[in-house]
């Protein structure tokens, strides 16, 4: 063990300490639902996943896991070319193309994954990649991969985008979220449809906090804004609305998931999603088709605690995704509220710096169609309770 460097480490995480922005892990016991129990605090209710349709204890999809586990074992041992690729993976990836409306998917292990497969591939150093500045992290990542030339434009601002455009050189990308995860905006797809079309610009979506919310059929942002067949790659996660295990995906044309098959570094390098998440991913989609009334439900929660928290005093930023951010202002004010809320018995995260800007740390509420209005009337009147002990609805109000 070298002395000065574990000295270093425990000298920075005694800062965090105390700074008051030190995150600590919450340990579950049960399966990810409206309530949990947790080891720190007890039964609690969940504000803070990203399980948007209830799927992720759903007896089917974990029936499906099971039987792809036993069907499959626990893998292959090896990555997808080497050693072959269970057919599990085939019918997942042609079930998610048919969903989604692209020609073909490929799938990863994570979002993550799939974000540092495709950029580098496609942003070869004759190309430029442009990004939305609030775009997530592992997009920032991917274009810091590639050998593209990196561009950033201010937060869907359509002239900055524009501007960035006349500058680019050689084959120019637009990369954004779908459903920006700090914010819960979603991107102005319309408007960089139009841009692209004028620049002869290819347009990249991750929309994994988009699909299974938004859209009549939960396809997420491209539904929602009637642009099927505008965008050309999507990438997204079978780790939210889609199962909440894991796995992640790209989907576009035949000649992209080619391509990613022969050269993405993520794919050729690493051993597929597991069987059995690719499995209960595969039922997951299928309920969601089967039971749209799923979306319904999500959406009228959305409603209501969002109607809810206005009556309160609350202002949560405006969007139309399942995200519900209340700006509470410094990072460690926003950790004690979370803290504080947890010890009501409503678990929900606290953020801020540096996953979002200095002063303006939140509360981040997500919305799962598992969760019924006794949970959301309790929930409500936790906020109420520590937003007058910490003082925010007397500022609010005031």
């Not at 995906?249 to 597991?274: C, E, I, M, Y």
Request: proline fraction near 3%; aromatic fraction near 6%.
């Amino acid at each position: 063990m070298n002395v000065s460097f574990e000295r270093q480490l425990s000298g920075d995480l005694d800062a965090l300490r105390a700074a008051g922005t030190y995150k600590r892990l919450r340990h579950l016991t049960t399966p990810m639902d409206a309530h949990v129990r947790m080891e720190e605090a007890g039964d609690v209710i969940v504000l803070s996943s990203n399980n948007y349709l209830g799927l992720a204890d759903h007896p089917e999809v974990v029936e499906a896991g099971i039987e792809g586990l036993r069907r499959y074992g626990a893998g292959t041992a090896s990555v997808r070319f080497i050693c072959g690729t269970l057919d599990v993976h085939r019918r997942l990836e042609d079930k998610l193309a048919a969903f989604l409306g692209f020609e073909a998917a490929l799938s990863y292990v994570s979002c993550w994954t799939a974000n540092e497969g495709l950029m580098p591939t496609i942003g070869v150093a004759s190309t430029t990649l442009i990004s939305d500045e609030l775009n997530h992290a592992s997009i920032i990542d991917a274009c810091r991969l590639s050998a593209a030339k990196r561009a950033r434009y201010k937060h869907s601002d359509m002239a900055d985008l524009e501007a960035r455009l006349r500058e680019a050189e050689g084959r120019k990308f637009i990369v954004t979220d779908g459903v920006f995860s700090m914010e819960g905006d979603a991107a102005k797809l319309p408007e960089i449809v139009a841009l692209a079309e004028r620049y002869d610009a290819v347009t990249i979506v991750d929309d994994s906090h988009g699909t299974g919310v938004l859209g009549t059929g939960g396809r997420g942002t491209i539904e929602h804004f009637g642009l099927a067949g505008k965008i050309d790659i999507v990438t997204g996660t079978l780790g939210k609305a889609l199962g909440g295990a894991a796995g992640g995906f790209v989907a576009g044309s035949k000649a992209l998931v080619d391509t990613l098959v022969q050269r993405s570094r993520t794919q050729l390098f690493s051993n597929a999603l597991p069987a059995t998440v690719a499995s209960s991913a595969l039922r997951a989609i299928e309920v969601l088709e089967m039971h749209p009334e799923l979306l319904l439900k999500q959406r009228e929660n959305v409603a209501y605690f969002r109607a809810g928290l206005e009556r309160l005093g609350f202002r949560p930023l405006a969007g139309p995704s399942a995200i519900i951010p209340i700006i509470v202002g410094e990072t460690s004010f926003a950790i004690a509220m979370s803290d504080r809320l947890l010890r009501e018995g409503i678990f929900v995260t606290g953020f801020g710096f540096p996953v979002v800007p200095e002063g303006a740390a939140r509360i981040r509420v997500q919305m799962s169609a598992a969760l019924g209005r006794v949970e959301l009337d309790t929930a409500l009147a936790a906020f109420e309770r520590v937003g007058h002990e910490l003082g925010l609805l007397e500022e609010a109000q005031a």
